[in-house]
């Protein structure tokens, strides 16, 4: 039996599980901080996760915000890497050649 070629790389579905991936990684750790700090103590039976964990909101909120930041610049990257999801034209100009002629510098003609 023939051994059939693997398949090619694709950079876009390997970025999206990634990411899914490290979404559900930060979630778990939410998770897991949230019934930490919702357990009972032996002086307070019924402790507030805002008592116990003050930060607890706000460290999530820098944790999303982080993600989506990185999550967002690697889709942008990634479309000017690969020239955009849509086959658009780049917006950015071609760069113009110049002759030598036209370069201040080179022809700096001596003043008397």
Same mark, same amino acid.
């Given at each position: 039996?023939?051994?059939?070629?693997?398949?090619?790389?694709?950079?876009?579905?390997?970025? #999206?599980?990634?990411?899914? +991936? %490290?979404? =559900?990684?930060?979630? *778990?750790?939410? /998770?897991? &901080?949230?019934?930490?700090? $919702?357990?009972?103590?032996?002086?307070?039976?019924?402790?507030?996760?805002?008592?116990?964990?003050?930060?607890?909101?706000?460290?999530?909120?820098?944790? #999303?915000?982080?993600?989506? +930041? %990185?999550? =967002?610049?690697?889709? *942008?990257?990634? /479309?000017? &890497?690969?020239?955009?999801? $849509?086959?658009?034209?780049?917006?950015?100009?071609?760069?113009?050649?110049?002759?030598?002629?036209?370069?201040?510098?080179?022809?700096?003609?001596?003043?008397?």
């Amino acid at each position: 039996m023939a051994k059939t070629p693997p398949l090619p790389f694709r950079p876009q579905p390997f970025l #999206f599980r990634m990411l899914l +991936a %490290v979404f =559900l990684i930060e979630c *778990g750790f939410l /998770a897991f &901080a949230f019934v930490k700090c $919702s357990e009972p103590l032996p002086d307070n039976p019924v402790p507030l996760v805002n008592e116990r964990c003050p930060r607890l909101g706000q460290r999530s909120q820098e944790i #999303f915000q982080q993600a989506m +930041a %990185v999550t =967002l610049s690697l889709l *942008g990257g990634g /479309a000017l &890497a690969a020239g955009g999801f $849509s086959g658009a034209p780049s917006p950015l100009p071609p760069q113009v050649k110049k002759k030598k002629e036209d370069d201040p510098i080179i022809n700096k003609q001596p003043q008397p």
